[in-house]
């Protein structure tokens, strides 16, 4: 059974950084592209960064381009967010996610799978003074 387990979430002033780290159990990372969303409150919950699986090619939504750096190790099974320059829009509970298909890092990231995808609980991120 696939299970996602996201960790690293705080607190953060503006301006900081923080990693998160998604663990993967189950399968192996390297066979489908695998992603990181957000949720604010009331929003939708939205791709932040994907990778694909062998050529590790990389989406970024335009809102952390320069700012958050996605990078998965296969032989730990883990995709972590590295992200810089938070700002108070950056909050939000964040999910790792991916789909048993081919998807380009693109596709995954501007059309969350909520129908066939695996997801994590969510960690909370918080970007206040």
């Known amino acids: 059974q696939v299970q996602l387990a996201e960790s690293g979430g705080a607190l953060v002033q503006p301006g900081g950084s923080l990693t998160v780290s998604c663990s993967a159990s189950?399968?192996?990372?390297?066979?489908?592209?695998i992603g990181w969303f957000r949720q604010a409150p009331g929003k939708k919950r939205e791709g932040v960064a994907c990778?694909?699986?062998?050529?590790?090619?990389?989406y970024y939504t335009d809102a952390v381009k320069g700012r958050f750096t996605i990078a998965k190790d296969n032989g730990k099974f883990t995709v972590d967010l590295q992200m810089n320059s938070l700002r108070p829009e950056d909050t939000g509970v964040y999910y790792c996610?991916?789909?048993?298909?081919?998807?380009?890092?693109?596709?995954?990231?501007?059309?969350?799978?909520?129908?066939?995808?695996?997801w994590g609980r969510g960690t909370q991120v918080t970007v206040s003074l």
């Open positions: 189950g399968f192996i990372v390297d066979n489908y592209a």
């Open positions: 996610a991916t789909a048993p298909r081919f998807l380009t890092a693109a596709q995954l990231c501007t059309d969350p799978p909520t129908m066939d995808g695996f």
């Open positions: 990778i694909t699986n062998h050529d590790r090619i990389k």
